[in-house]
């Protein structure tokens, strides 16, 4: 070396190159270190964890779902059942309506035939099975099926005026329409 060259001092950055290596650049949003090991296992079972609670809770809301469907689905093929079963009664509950309007002596026979009328009325009734259509009431599509039309200035304006063939319904549920005929 020559006393008159100034003396060459290394870089300390150039020095830390020559040993690591040149740095690679980092990813937009990426830290420059690396994180430690075993919080990264943290992290990934964190996920792993959150995951399978997420399915949990999502397959325990599926099963509830199916519980309450399958209840209702069962309330209603129960009440469509019993329903259907009560239509079939109606034409004998009929009979009786008519036969009742007739006069009948005071026998056995007449007290026989009030008893038997009065216990099946009082059994469908338990059952939950109501009378529908009245003369006076207001008519309405939903429970009444109109054949026949009368104009009476004694009764109001779209008013059943005679009931034909009397309606029935189990709750919500129609089992037979009201036959009637309305007026004005």
Sequence with gaps: MNKNEPEMVPDTEEMLLEETGPEEPAEPGEA?????????????????LDEQNDKYLRLMAEYDNFRKRTQKERGDAY???????????????DNFDRAAQFPR????????????YQS??????????????????????????AVMHI?????????VAAVLQK?????????????????N
């Design 105 to 116: 002596p005071d026998d056995d026979f007449g007290k026989g035939f009030d008893l038997i």
């Design 151 to 159: 104009e009476d200035e004694e009764l109001g304006e779209n008013v």
């Design 32 to 48: 420059a270190e690396q994180p430690a090991p075993e919080l990264f296992e943290t992290e990934v079972l964190t996920q792993k």
């Design 120 to 145: 099946l009325k009082e059994t469908l009734a338990a059952m939950g099975v109501e009378e529908i259509g009245k003369p006076g009431e207001e008519f309405n599509p939903e429970y009444h099926n």
């Design 79 to 93: 009440s469509s059942a019993t329903a259907g079963a009560v239509a079939k009664f109606l034409p004998v509950l």
């Design 167 to 183: 309606g029935y319904k189990m709750g919500d549920k129609i089992i037979r329409y009201a036959m009637v005929q309305t007026a």
